[in-house]
């Protein structure tokens, strides 16, 4: 007889992207002839940077001839001409990896899920709540025991290390999802030490470091002295450059990070999961690495950075109309996140209700996110102008 894995019957039946969705799909079937402004799902709405075209472009018609045809990449890791860039990257911003340090993936939300594969089952997982699903879903799926650590708007969303920190893996994300708030290098430095007294694991989530503009907020967890020793970081292009439909990412293990195993061996972290994406995962296509490498180029970079600084402004519309209608938040600084206590002391699902009925305007409630993101809500700044103008404008007629 066939048996499933059952630690999926323990969990919430529906993901919060599908609730949604179905919520979004009764209000239209009732209401065809509204159309709705979407500020919940981060997908993103600037077009691929014309670097990244060129190059996706040229290496498309070279798999088009025999002398330039490729298959798959030896190495199941990444072209080396994307690494070395991803490195060089890195140096720019002040922290200390190498491209051997560097695995090419298609997102970093699949990393983010499958890194779990290398780590036993009996280990104790610590997660900040509110929190991205896939942190806990993922290591629930496996059965694992998941504690967390209260984020709110007493510790400004970006809690420091319990007194009796015993986690052995830590997920973090700084700029923070759904929350916006970030680390600074100091308060990044006291998890850096926690984790290594403890022999812990930091899994440090950057996907949204190009949108970081304080001095004093590192782009990398590896911008931190002792990070080597205690820390993986994932790493995305989806919202950096618009690859929610291209998919890569990449994540950095470093050589110095090891476990100890049962009978005493130190093992490298890196070359188990070298084993684990050898067996399970074939790698990035090359028009795709190719595309991504135009990403860091200096014109790559010019023009991302067009379209960040275009996000920007929108997350700007959003927090000028919640500081007019006297809605506290946090994010929408280094974040295209804002994360904004719903009036009223309502809860997240009423006020998704609210705005989808009254105002047409979709975003995330907070409960999804765990039990601290009750009565809260998350705005995404990945609208175009016109549309975020005009939901904030609605937004604030309604409360007014």
Known sequence: MVRINEN????????????????????????PDKELIRMGIGDVTRPLA?????????????????????????????????????????????????????RVNDGAKSDCGNITDIFGDGNTIAVTDPAYPVYVDSNLMAG???????????????????????????YLCSPNNPTGSVYTAEELKKWVDAA??????????????????DKDVPRSIFCIEGARTCAIEMCSLSKTAGFTGTRC?????????????????????????????????????????????????????EQVRA??????????????????????????????????????DMGGWEFFDLLLNKIQV??????GFGKNGKGYFRLTSFSTHEKTAEAMKRTEKLFS
């Open 307 to 344: 379209a960040i600084e275009y996000y920007r402004e929108n997350a700007r519309m959003i927090t000028a109309s919640l500081d007019r209608l006297g809605i506290k938040y946090t994010g929408g600084k280094n974040s295209p996140y804002v994360w904004l206590r719903c009036p009223d």
């Open 196 to 213: 290594n007294e403890h022999r812990s694991v930091i899994i440090y989530d950057s996907a949204y470091e190009a949108f970081i503009t």
């Open 8 to 31: 999926f019957l323990s969990m919430e039946k529906n993901y919060l992207f599908i609730e949604i969705a179905h919520r979004i799909a009764e209000y239209k079937k009732h209401n």
């Open 362 to 367: 979709v975003g995330t409630p907070g409960e």
């Open 50 to 102: 014309p670097a990244v075209v060129e190059a996706m472009k040229k290496a498309a018609d070279e798999m088009g001839r025999e002398e330039t045809f490729r298959g798959y990449e030896d190495s199941g890791a990444g072209y080396d001409f994307l690494k070395n860039a991803i490195a060089q990257y890195y140096r720019q911003m002040g922290a200390d990896v190498d491209a051997d340090d560097i």
């Open 249 to 301: 990412g990449y994540t950095v293990i470093p050589k110095e990070l090891t476990v100890t195993a049962s009978d005493g061996s130190t093992v490298r972290l890196a070359d188990i999961w070298a084993r684990r994406q050898g067996s399970k995962f074939n790698g990035v296509s090359y028009p795709v690495q190719r595309a991504a490498e135009a990403v860091f180029t200096e014109k790559g970079q």
């Open 144 to 170: 694992r025991k998941v504690t967390y650590i209260d984020a709110n708007e007493g510790n400004g969303f970006a809690p420091l290390p319990p007194e009796g920190f015993d986690a052995d893996i830590i």
